[in-house]
């Protein structure tokens, strides 16, 4: 037993260790860096337009209006009840979807700062995440626009529990963010891998399809052991007015440990070859 503790002990106390801590605590500490970045790349992306990232909001509102006609039909679910089970889940799909699709060219597009800048790799993280955390509250506004016409009853207090879920999703994201960053970085084919993989996920995950359309195996299979559902679900259960299922948290809060011990222990190791690989 002590020689396990020491062990523990003299591994924490590694110089890789403490660089990788260095790197994460102070990166996050150079907030006005990492929010204007953040901030110029979504005034990039709409430069010239009139709407900006309004624009996001507008296809997103259509589109759910459109797939909410066909599904509220398919599934035979009425359209009060089924628009904004819909528009919850799409608020929160988008934005897991885009942070681990752009998490893959987090380091590739930006190897000339790798290369001729020394800075703290995981502020190109935490910039990643708050841009789309603006683009998620832009997006909020569709929610409310569809939960005041359609089911006003929905805003309630319970909504508040939305936020701390938010955060999860946010800690989660920054751990496959930085993991995703560097898979990609040193293989390329990782990318295509994710991108296949998130368009698998989008169908086999509650987002379209209401949970109650499975029961049995199936159920068990793609909701319960489902982590995405139940890392939508910590968010969109409070905006539907309902408290998220003690099972959802857990698993989050499992998959946030987990995924922060593994991507820690990459990082710690190879960090000091993402410079090489860029």
């Known amino acids: 037993m002590d020689t396990w503790l020491l062990r523990i002990a003299s591994g924490l106390s590694s110089p890789s260790v403490s660089a990788a801590i260095r790197d994460l605590v102070g990166g996050l500490c150079r907030t006005p860096l990492w929010g204007r970045l953040g901030w110029l790349e979504v005034k990039r992306r709409y430069h010239r337009t009139v709407l900006g990232p309004f624009w996001n909001s507008i296809s997103l509102a259509a589109y759910a209006v459109a797939i909410g006609l066909v599904g509220s039909g ?47 790799y995981s502020v190109l993280v935490y910039s990643l995440l708050w841009r789309n955390l603006i683009v998620f509250w832009h997006n909020l506004i569709v929610y409310f626009c569809i939960i ?55 169908l086999i995950t509650p987002i379209f399809w209401p949970v109650d359309a499975l029961a049995g195996l199936h159920r068990a299979v793609f909701v319960e052991l489902n982590p995405l559902y139940h890392l939508i679900e910590i968010v969109r259960a409070p905006l539907l007015g309902q408290t998220p299922a003690a099972l959802s948290y857990m698993v989050v809060f499992a998959i946030t440990i987990f995924g922060w011990v593994l991507t820690f222990d990459i990082f710690r190791r190879f960090r000091k070859r993402i410079a090489f690989w860029a």
């Open 74 to 120: 398919l599934w035979n679910q009425d359209i009060h009840t089924y628009l904004p089970y819909l528009i919850s889940g799409l608020l929160l799909w988008n934005m897991i979807s885009t942070i681990i699709t752009e998490s893959c060219s987090l380091f590739v597009a930006s190897h000339g700062l790798l290369k001729n800048v020394r800075f703290e």
């Open 148 to 202: 005041i016409v359609l089911k006003p009853g929905l805003l309630s207090p319970i909504g508040l529990l939305a936020l701390p879920g938010l955060v999860l999703v946010l800690l989660i994201g920054a751990s496959i963010a930085l993991l995703c960053g560097m898979l990609c970085l040193r293989f390329r084919d990782v990318q295509s891998l994710v991108t296949t993989a998130l368009s698998i996920a989008m």
